[in-house]
């Protein structure tokens, strides 16, 4: 049985876990309701315009408006509102997209769900080992050319925007060498078949490959030298040299154990945003994501799915958070819980 | 020594860098590398049985959200990018030939038949008729539609339409049935009628069959969709980027009419942004999408396939869009109901800049339009022609530069006509009329001292909008006037809140008949009552009427202002006799010019062109793309009339193909029909002798000049395709070297 | 029989530094010779920043950058007639051969030396599999009775280093440095970081483990007193040399050099209440030391020969070294 | 505590890494070029923002200074463009840096010292920002503002993202300095908490808030980029993001148009890498104990 501070330390963090995501919800929320667009009245308009028919019947027209308001769960005043939504929340039952409609907004999100998982979990995972590993090792080599070369490219590559790389690669390896369709795929039904696996890498390498090469060599490589470093010069690591242990032994307890720790958290986090998509890197590759769902939904103000996703990201980063305070001290003996 | 060495080492690097980059980029381009096509599609179907269609601009961010909805009386534009227009799975009664004018008759047997005094319309279905499923196609299925949207207030806008217009349907027999209208109006037709999109701007018959059925028509999803067209639905991705359609072997048009299309499979996809499609076609990935101005020049460098409407010639520029290019003002608003500051805003602008933005190497741009009228037959021959009297005394400009006359020639274009003269001194004359003043800074003053500021609104997304507003309010704003653009997601919400100044927009324009379009329906004053919500025309029908007749929703967001209007009463009394008029009946043609040229008077909206646009197709699989010398079908991919650009393919040999037919699949001429819907006193059924008035259009219109005047314009040869990209190299080196100087230089720092 | 066990023959060695694009060299160790014996407790006193924990690296053959050694040898007496040089030696060598089998290493600060992130038994295995070959599970059984044996619980075997006191860490440190039980012991200030109460228990808790293990030890510490409990032979440093050597109670009692008559001088004595007297001025700059002695600037009885002449170590009286031109003379 | 490290981390490297002041001087270098580049936008001629005032997409030539970097699609001059963009996006950035850090460090600092509730509200905030996803929130803030945006406002809702993790970090500095030995024992000598602040703590924050301030800008104009790319910075001006919004948009990659890609693509990735140097720098400069080593 736990002891009883624990006890109480844990209900604590998830009382502020649950207030986290209250508050993050509410600022959401409130931002949506101050942006100047009536999706309603963009639908309508839109098709009024094209129609270039006259509508006739004012109250006909009235009516039509209130039906829609109505299903959209946009009526009432904004503490209506709210509280319609916070209830939708709580049961994370968002009800229908007004995009997608009479698709329901899990329905849209579970579309794009996995295709955002995959590319986000496998990138984000693979330059965090990447940029780890590839940042000790250094660490261990510091002043000779390996790590000079390799901390100039990384300094290089960590401040160039995404976005920039991302369009040189769709040049590259979509135009020039096009060894990347840029058309969308589709996905064979057996999942374990060879053909998956390719259809499944043509799609995902490039974007993958931009967020790895600058996520990797940029951000984790420079933090986890940074610390590398700082733990070579610890006196733990010192007697671990005079005792004479090996350097791949010292590589693996002593450097990447006490590197990985801390970094430990900052992945859990980057884990808790792929609920948001990758928005810029989703729209430059034509990647069928929550990003581009989400910026979508957001220019037609479709508040459902707004919503929806935003709260997922926020429950995401939120409970990450959380998962990683409660579970730290299990992992890093150092840290005891307060 | 060691020095020495490592100062140079820097310099070593940066150039292997750069040789290395070179070769890589270089290597593979020189063996050209043959791309192979990775298409979304099941394997075993070879490439040349696959049409290859990005539909663009008009799907909302290139995709649906929800790919399985093909519930198209919902609200939203819900199939706008499933392929459900162009492939005739939506299928109206008639099809409009938008090069003609004329009527097809597709799922009827006749044109719509009118009683005299058109309150009644009758229409004669097609006998054996059946939909994809095998269900046969019946009156019953047409009657269930209208009591379908009349039924349910849910569906919006169509039980909008149909409970302001039909009074009853009645079932004659299995394929006649009577529509009885709550008024009279010769232009309900036009709603069963697929002209330029489809739903919501006309209306399809649902299976009588699959939503009797359905008890909640909000979350009805019809998928997969049971069609009319001679595609059905295979496959669809679940993330909306790509739509596979199947040809429908045992189809009825076979059976009924011989129409049998090439292509075995259509793939609609979304490649997301213009540079992707470019791309995507140079790799022979897309067979067909329509470009901006800019891009259009890169396809056809890139790829020799590439055919814009004249092939590989002058004009690439289709030209025929029904819809003309707008700033519409908010006429409600002060200063903008002055008609003086309406007209120096005219005067403002430099048309030929804006000539010069759209033109492309061969030549060909926008038309530059003084009217809302579209520039072709028979509405030049009859509009802009006749009126051009009319318009020469608005200070059209005499002297356009020659380039501009010779292009408007070869469309068979009135080349005396071309825009107002770009006259900054008039313009300044007029607003000082009114009371404006300079101030020191060369900017406009309101009489009262303020800024005359200008708010312009325009979509994003549409590509004719772009750079069209940024060139305006750059003109503007030298003319001294302060515009603050806006480029909005939501244009349409924003619009109706009223509170702009200016806005892009695209209410003119026209079809290739004899009346002008819907607009002018909506200008007459009685429109414009308290509750209404004002429709989107730029409110001319309340322009002049007193402030406290406006309606609310509009009081509450502006202020409105008062405003003389001598020509209300004549204005509504030319809408009234508009609205009674068939639009067969030459009688219209008077009609419409006198309301163009109360339009014209007051400038409520500066139409300034009809838009240029280039629709590609690649005829690399597929050929027998619409050219303006086989101007069999309007080119424009997301429309309905997409579908007889489909029927006019045949493959090429170049792609190899399994089930696609090698023949295109031609309208046979007996469908076509003039556009003179038959008028009776009775029902068919009831008297099988069809009376028709003999109404027979008395104008003589000349026949389009193009084809005699293409070989007198000189045109611009495109440049060969270069193997090496040598400028693209060039500036990834530069970047490069950028990035290897500093690097070295780190390099170097640290080495010492 | 030869009782020698460790002989230091004219060991000299510094750091190379690189201050405003010059190559500086601080010498930190200068011309050194000690002799030490088997089962005794050498102890090495001196000011901080004197060369005593550069001189103890080298003893060990820790020789990393930006330490070099400038000539000299240690000789490890491995059989009777048999001396290794330890620093002829290959890093990798040195690392197999001689470390924790001939010579272990008491570091300085244990609060922080034990890797945080892995458990004490873990410290104690990574020794015996790396040094003694032996397998996980016996090496696990060893660690376990090894611990006992030392009447350490058992139950720290599972614990993480920071649950434990400082001087239960300082004796796990000290454990490990004997469980391989090798013929030397290095130990660097060994208790530096502890209070008064626990640094006692833990010196008189080595020194008895001296006693049993019968092997050699070599402490380095500037505190004088902990010599004065464990040491039984003591070498005071100056700025790099060693300026005498003698059993501790020669040290203690009759000093010769000035430099440790100061230094014995400003340490406190009980029942002793007069006012201590510090040595005045500071150590000198290594990177360029004093000519002659290099204690001269600061020694009270310094003269002309000092400034001129290098003393060598002579023996002054049995067993007892001292380098200074005035004993010598005299 | 993974923040915490990284910063402790960063510190520590600076002092390992001798060299870094050279790293300094290359970025100061760097960006010094960039803002002298940057000041001849005040020689701006007035016909720059005409549309169409030069031929289109003329190659560059040295005829005259407006051709120096020839003329983009819609007839401007790139030269121009480029030292208004400059001069634009850093105005982003300063406002951006000055508003988040300062809010960061503000809300770091007491929260960091006064610990108990005050602490545990303002981090919970702090969270709650964190948790919403940064892009999006920027996009619906910038589409609220969009008919009254201008330089300010951007930087203002660049920073409603940026200033949470200015405060977090900042938060863990001051935690591990409120442990630390002189600050004890100014405590108990008597000292208020806001000399404390002023007199021990915030010098030793300053290093960090000075880097963090550069690393902030290099994050706004970042962000500016990607908000441009998406049409919702402030099209009508010049700043870095509309000038490659406008590349983007009139194809000038595919048309081969390198004269007018490549400057603010480079100058981009120049002012990103010496703003970085600059950076890295700073923390080197500022930091006491770095100084001691020397």
Redesign the interface.
Known sequence: MLPKHLIKYFLFRIL?LL???F??FT??FV??K????DIVNNIIARSMAVTGAALGDPEAVRRMYEIYYEIFGLKGTFIEQYVSFLNRFLTMDFGISILARPATVQEVISYRLPWTVALLVFSTILSWVIGNIIGAVVSLF?GSKLSNILQSLA??L????Y??FA?VLI?IFGYIIPLFSLTPIRLPSNIFSLEFIITVFRAMTLPALSIIVIGALGWWFL?S??????II?EDFYLYGEIRGLPKLHLLKKYLLKNIL??????LS?NL??IF?GA??TE?LFNYPGLGTL??QA??AGDYPL?LG??SM??IG??VA?CIMDLL?PLIDPR?RYR | MRKNWLKHRLSIYVLVCNFILLAVLTIPNSFTVTAMPQLPIPPGIPRGDVLVIENGVVCPGGWGPDPYQFNYYQVGWATACTGFLQTGCGSPLWYMNLTSGELILWLTEKPPIYSTDYKTLWIMLRKGISWSDGHPFTADDLIFTIEYCRKYPELGLCNVRITTNVESVRKLDDYTVEIKLKEPNPYYHYEWTMRHYGWPVNFYVIPKHVFEKIEDPVKYKFYPPVCLGPYKIVDADPTGKWYLWERLENWWGTKLLGIKPSPKYILFVALGS??RS??AMANNELDFTEFTS??V??IMD?NPYAWAWNKRDFPWAWTRDEGTRELVFNILKYPFNLTEVRWALTYAIDYK?IF??YKTPDGSSIVPNPLPVSRFYPLEQLYVSGLKTELMKYNLDTTPPSYIQDYLRVLGLDDAITWYKHDLEKAEELLKSVGFYRGSDGKWRLPDGKIFEVNLISL?GAEFS??LV??V??QW??FGVDV???????YWDRVYSHTWDVAFEWPGGGFPTLDWWETPREWHSKNCVPGARLPWVGYIMCYGLPPEKIPEGVRKNIEVAKTVFPDREKLDNLVEKYIDTPPWDPRIVDIVKDLLSIHLKYKFWITVFSPARYMVGNSYCWEGWPTLKERYAEPKPYCSSFLFTILGLKPSERCPIKESTTEPAKVPKGLTVELKPLVSEYPPTVTPTVITTPTMITITVVEERTRTIISTITTKVVEEVPTI?W??L??MA??TL??GA?GG??IR??K? | MNDEVLRIKNLSGGYLVKRDNTLDYIDAVNDVNIIIKRDEVFGIAGESGCGKSTLLKLLYGYVKSPLIIKKGEVLLSESTNYYLNILSLKNEEVKKKIWWKYISWIPQNSMNVLNPTIRIKDHFLEILRMHMKIERDEAHKLIVEYLGLLGLSKDIVNAFPHQLSGGMRQRIIIALALITRPKIVLADEPTTALDVVVQRGILQWLGYKQRELKNTMIIVSHDLSIHAMLSKRIGIMYAGKIVEISRSENIFEKPLHPYTQLLLSSLPRLGDKSLRIGITGSPPDLIRPPLGCRFHPRCPYCIERCIIEEPDLTEAEKDHFIACSRIEKR | ??????V???F??II??R?MG??FK?GAT?FFVIMIFGLLSFLTPHYH????HFP?AHPPSLQSVDFIFGTT??GRSVFWSLTNAIVNSLIIAVVTSMLACHIGLIIGILSGIKGGVID?IMM??T???????G???T???A??L??IINLFLLGVIISIISWPWSARMIRAITLSLREKDFVIFAKFSGMSTWKIIFSEIFPHILGFHATNIINTM?GAI?AE??LA???LSI??MDTLGTM?YWI????A????M?WW??PP??T???L??S???VSTGIQEFLNPRLRRVK
């Open positions: 502020i207030a986290t995501i508050t993050a600022i959401t931002i949506l101050i942006m100047p667009i510091e300094i290089i960590y401040p160039i925007p976005y920039v369009l040049y933090s030298r940074a610390m590398a470093l700082n010069s720790l801390p970094q430990i958290t900052a986090i808790g945003t948001g928005l810029l729209i989400l910026y957001v220019n707004v996703i935003v990201s926020i980063v939120a958070t730290y840290i | 213009q540079e470019v791309i800019e891009y020049r890169i890139r800049v010069d933005a994003p772009f750079p940024h060139i309010a750059d704003r030298r603050k653009l806006e480029v909005i997601e939501a990209d400028t693209l060039i500036t530069l970047v950028v990035i500093a230089y780190l720092a640290r010492k | 505590m993974g923040v915490r490290l990284v402790q981390g960063l520590k490297n390992k890494t060299k050279l790293k290359a760097i923002s005409y549309w169409y289109q699609s819609n545990k919970f905030l969270d709650s920002f964190i948790a919403i996803p892009l999006p929130l996009i619906m803030l589409m609220i969009k008919p290099l970042g980029v990607g790319f998406l049409g099209i009508e490659i983007q948009r009139y194809g990659i595919l048309q081969n390198w890609v490549v693509i480079a981009l990735i120049l990103f890498l703003l970085y140097l």
